[in-house]
């Protein structure tokens, strides 16, 4: 089974930059579905962006179109999250997660069967 490291995160002022970072080991990120979500304190698990096999496109959630990418680095076996203009509500534990879903559910997480282990990011002055 592929295995998950979730890593970079950690703590930025307001409008600052984080590059999070999801490689693998025993398996190959490209025969997955890669996304990332966040969970903040007494939050669900929110969507953030995936980056679909199907058709190669990548996929957002709206509260951070625009200013989140998401990218594979397949000489890697990784795939980077770099998040820029960074603000207080991005505060919360960031995880991915790799899977096969149908394009319709690639923003759930039940889509997903191999998570990281999240990474901290804080946004605070």
């Known amino acids: 089974d592929v295995q998950l490291q979730a890593s970079g995160g950690g703590s930025v002022q307001p409008g600052g930059s984080l590059r999070l970072s999801c490689t693998a080991s025993g398996g190959s990120l490209n025969d997955y579905a890669i996304a990332w979500f966040r969970q903040a304190p007494g939050k669900e698990r929110e969507f953030i962006a995936a980056s679909a096999i199907q058709n190669m496109h990548s996929y957002y959630g709206d509260s951070v179109k625009g200013r989140f990418t998401i990218s594979r680095v397949n000489a890697r076996n990784t795939v980077n999250l770099q998040m820029n203009s960074l603000k207080p509500e991005d505060t919360a534990v960031y995880y991915c997660?790799?899977?096969?879903?149908?394009?319709?559910?690639?923003?759930?997480?039940?889509?997903?069967?191999?998570w990281g282990q999240g990474t901290l990011v804080t946004v605070s002055s």
């Open positions: 997660g790799a899977g096969r879903p149908i394009i319709s559910s690639i923003s759930s997480a039940s889509s997903y069967g191999y």
